[in-house]
């Protein structure tokens, strides 16, 4: 079983839908992010989370929320999705006793806002 | 925004000959990593070099860090088909709790 787990893998949906983007962890780690890749991009950071009460805003949070609700799970919410949403998701850990940042990927989830 | 850029944006060789990607990158760092990402799938880390060393090996991997230049190179000997895949590098700063900063990627095609 892969060690960061992302659902749905791919997810069609309308103009105003609220969707919700999961991620679990197997991997023990303590912190957590979401980013977003679009083509021809590097991955920019959506939010990202140090454990389950420190959540922080990245460098695009608007139009995204996100919640913890474990150590091992950390979701991202599109409260009302827009087309230029449509991208490829990602989630990742790492852990903070190992002072390098070093991050461990799922597979992604690909998102078309129609 | 983006503190890395890659070069080039892609890379085409042919298998058995060897593949250099170049990073720049603008402010200090405390790391550099270098990712592969197979199409459309998560990253996998592949190498970590600390502002601190010059060179790091890894296999068939070669990495070199110049923070004068604020430059890195990776060099993937003797390729594979099984390299196909671009490549990001990501850099850490100790004074924003190490969160990693990617560059565009390099789009590497090995040819058999």
């Known amino acids: 079983d892969a060690d960061v787990t992302q659902t749905p893998r791919n997810r069609i949906t309308k103009t105003g839908k609220r969707i919700m983007l999961e991620c679990s962890q197997t991997?023990?780690?303590?912190?957590m992010y979401w980013y977003r890749q679009d083509p021809g991009l590097g991955l920019r950071l959506i939010y990202y989370?140090?454990?389950?009460?420190?959540?922080n805003k990245g460098e695009i949070s608007d139009g995204y929320s996100v919640s913890r609700q474990a150590q091992a799970k950390f979701s991202l919410s599109l409260e009302s999705a827009i087309p230029n949403q449509t991208a490829l998701y990602f989630c990742?850990?790492?852990?903070?006793?190992?002072?390098?940042?070093?991050?461990?990927f799922g597979a992604g989830t690909r998102l078309s806002v129609l | 925004s983006q503190q890395g850029e890659e070069d080039p944006q892609a890379l085409s060789i042919q298998e058995g000959e060897n593949a250099t990607m170049n990073c720049s990158y603008k402010?200090?760092?405390?790391?550099l990593q270098w990712y592969r990402q197979n199409s459309g799938r998560g990253l996998v880390h592949l190498i970590l070099?600390?502002?601190n060393e010059r060179e790091k090996h890894s296999g068939r991997l070669r990495v070199t860090l110049d923070t004068s230049k604020k430059s890195s190179s990776l060099l993937i000997t003797a390729s594979r088909a099984a390299d196909t895949a671009s490549y990001f590098c990501a850099t850490a700063r100790r004074d924003s709790n190490y969160q990693l900063i990617w560059g565009a990627g390099t789009k590497l095609i090995i040819k058999p």
């Open positions: 990742a850990t790492s852990d903070s006793q190992i002072a390098k940042n070093i991050q461990y």
């Open positions: 402010t200090s760092i405390n790391n």
């Open positions: 989370s140090f454990d389950v009460k420190d959540i």
């Open positions: 070099i600390r502002s």
């Open positions: 991997k023990g780690h303590d912190r």
